[in-house]
């Protein structure tokens, strides 16, 4: 007689057989989920996500299909927009005023009670610590009180494996993450297993783009006044008229590696956007006249940089057959791939390069619940860091900064890989 995992009762344990009480299932002579009753595998698993990483306080409930039960979000953007940028202690007290509301609030819209969540996942690292702190705390208080598992969730992870809630996407597959936090090329071997292939060395391209943002004056103007910077920018291309009016310096061209760098391209806004003020007379609170144009320059700048480098990882993958050609998929996800214009650009790369582009929809690209929630099913399903024991949740604690598995930037510079840049003609021409 055998316990089964989840309910615990004791039942014969009988192999592979799905009439009896207990069973394992075997794949590929790996033994995937040992001593569950056939009850247990019937019924749907839910798991509860909570996400404050950064600004957004977010919870979900997803079931182990990959249907969303019930979610909710809190975005402090209009707030952080006002003040010029995150304060972290005022951030920390939105998290705090509105965790318990936008709790009740996903499991109301998902119709269930705590006692019906199987496991309560939550964003450990990285992150601001003032905000991590603040959901770390409720979750592992969701766990105690509920006597639920706590699976403990790197951010970047889960920006990672979102699109493979919705879309058929097998190991191993590229990622590149384009966040206001982050900017990350890797490899996705398994839902536990990360090879990171290159990172930004500075700023990262949606802080470029709030920034930027924010040295236009861009919360002046009626119709972006509530929008963060990215997608203030990406507004603001559209209607260009003259794309190429603006240079930018092509970013670290004879760097033969897969690192970002978005300062550069930052000054250079900076010093023509003041070039401009001076030359023109521009007077406090007033706009330029070619703030369109500048928009759709930086962004042209930043997705070509982006995609550069994107396209030396393909060649790496290739070079060192990394990838099998079924496999041949980029997955890109992080507030900034939320920007269609970039995501164009991508696609061209990844046509060349014979790649598929899976990209998740905007708010699930954006920090949520949801993808916490996801990652905790992934893990949920592999029995990977599914903590039960009280004493080891209790010990759990927030890290600021945690890389994103093991470092390949080294064994990428070594590979050498030249590699022509995307031309801006062979953009717009398509
Ligand atoms: O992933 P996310 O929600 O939070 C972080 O982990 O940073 O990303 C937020 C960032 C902001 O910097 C914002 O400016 C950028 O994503 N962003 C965009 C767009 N929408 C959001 N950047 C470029 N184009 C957009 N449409
Ligand atoms: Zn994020």
């Known amino acids: 007689m055998w316990p089964c995992r989840l309910c615990l009762i004791k039942r014969p344990r009988i192999r592979c057989n799905m009439n009896s009480f207990l069973f394992r299932i075997f794949i590929n002579d790996r033994i995937l989920l040992k001593n569950y009753c056939s009850n247990e595998l019937a019924r749907s698993i839910k798991i509860l996500g909570v996400e404050t990483s950064c600004d957004d306080t977010g919870i979900a409930i997803v079931d182990n299909t990959g249907a969303i039960l019930g979610e909710s979000l809190h975005s402090q953007t209009p707030t952080h927009i006002s003040f010029g940028g995150i304060i972290p202690p005022i951030a920390r007290e939105f998290h705090r005023k509105n965790i318990t509301d936008v709790c009740e ?23 601001m610590p003032l905000s991590l702190m603040i959901g770390k705390n409720f979750g592992k208080y969701l766990s105690r009180i509920g006597n639920k598992p706590f699976i403990p969730i790197h951010h970047m992870e889960a920006h990672a494996l979102t ?11 590229l990622v590149l993450l384009i966040s206001g936090g982050h900017c ?3 490899l996705v071997e398994s839902v536990t297993k990360f090879h990171l292939l290159g990172s930004t060395m500075d700023d990262a391209p949606g802080e470029a783009f709030d920034k930027v943002a924010r040295r236009l004056k861009m919360h002046n103007i009626f119709e972006y006044r509530n929008k ?20 930018f310096p092509p970013t670290m061209p004879h760097y033969r590696d897969c690192n970002f760098s978005f300062s550069g391209l930052k000054n250079s806004a900076f010093r023509q956007i003041q070039k401009l003020e001076i030359d023109l007379n521009i007077m406090a609170d007033e706009i330029i006249p070619d703030i369109n144009n500048l928009c759709a320059g930086f962004q042209l700048a930043v997705a070509k940089h982006i995609a550069n480098k994107t396209k030396r990882a393909m060649l790496f993958l290739d070079n060192e057959n990394l990838i099998p050609n079924e496999n041949r998929t980029l997955v890109v996800s992080g507030g ?11 696609g061209i790369v990844s046509d060349q390069q014979n790649y598929r582009l899976v990209r998740p929809p905007p708010q699930l690209c954006m920090d949520n619940g949801v993808m916490i929630a996801w990652n905790g099913m992934e893990r949920w399903k592999i029995n ?25 930037t080294s064994r990428i510079k070594k590979a050498h890989i030249q590699c022509s840049i995307i031309k801006t003609k062979d953009i717009y021409s398509t």
């Open 336 to 346: 900034v791939a939320c920007n269609n214009f970039i995501a164009k650009v991508l």
């Open 105 to 127: 609030q996903a499991l109301k819209n998902a119709g269930l009670k705590l006692r019906d969540i199987d496991a309560i996942a939550t964003t450990v690292k990285p992150g």
């Open 228 to 247: 963060n910077g990215g997608a203030a920018i990406e507004m603001a291309a559209k209607k260009a008229t003259d794309p190429v009016q603006f240079e």
């Open 163 to 173: 699109a493979r809630m919705k879309e058929e996407v097998n190991f191993p597959y």
């Open 184 to 186: 990350l090329l890797a």
């Open 384 to 408: 990977a860091g599914v903590l039960r024991d009280p004493r080891e949740i209790e010990e759990i604690d927030h890290q600021s900064r945690a890389p994103l598995g093991d470092d390949w």
